[in-house]
């Protein structure tokens, strides 16, 4: 699991390089280097989720007293911005268009693609959730 997902980050960014220098604009590099420092905020929602990795992860440092783990920011770079990257792509080459179906096309994308990442992920046992998800800052009402 952990080389396929160092290969997978390795051909993003030798493709975010091609597209750099294709469409002559950094934004695919600097969106995949965006997604790895958005990374280092992942334990703000282990904190508030109450979630928890599997335990022989390697770990990269922590922050807040959560530990943030190595494969966490190395698949952030195309966990989190790949389907963006990938409708930008697309509309840049003028095979996208933009208008209220391919609005919700994309929304409907975007949601298949992380449920599907969230259940391989639940189901590999790499993560998992020690209680219901729900925010621990809820406001109550009086």
């Known amino acids: 699991m952990e080389f396929l997902v160092i290969l997978l980050t390795l051909i993003c960014y030798v493709a975010a390089v091609f597209l750099w220098w294709y469409h002559q604009t950094p934004l695919y590099l600097l969106t995949l280097v965006s997604g790895q420092v958005g990374s280092l905020a992942s334990p703000l929602w282990t904190a508030l989720y109450e ?3 599997r335990s022989n992860l390697s770990i990269f440092g ?8 190595s494969l966490q920011v190395i698949a952030a770079t195309w966990y989190y911005t790949l ?4 409708v930008y792509f697309l509309y840049r080459s003028r095979w996208w268009f933009s208008g209220y ?6 929304y409907g994308g975007f949601l298949f693609y992380h449920t599907i990442l969230e259940s391989i992920g639940l189901r590999s ?3 998992n959730y020690t209680t219901q ?5 809820a406001c109550r009402a009086h």
């Open 125 to 127: 046992n790499i993560w």
């Open 133 to 137: 998800a729900a925010l621990r800052l």
């Open 51 to 53: 979630s928890s990795y």
């Open 62 to 69: 922590t922050i807040l007293g959560q530990p943030v783990y």
């Open 83 to 86: 389907p963006a990257l990938v």
């Open 101 to 106: 179906f391919t609005a919700l096309l994309t």
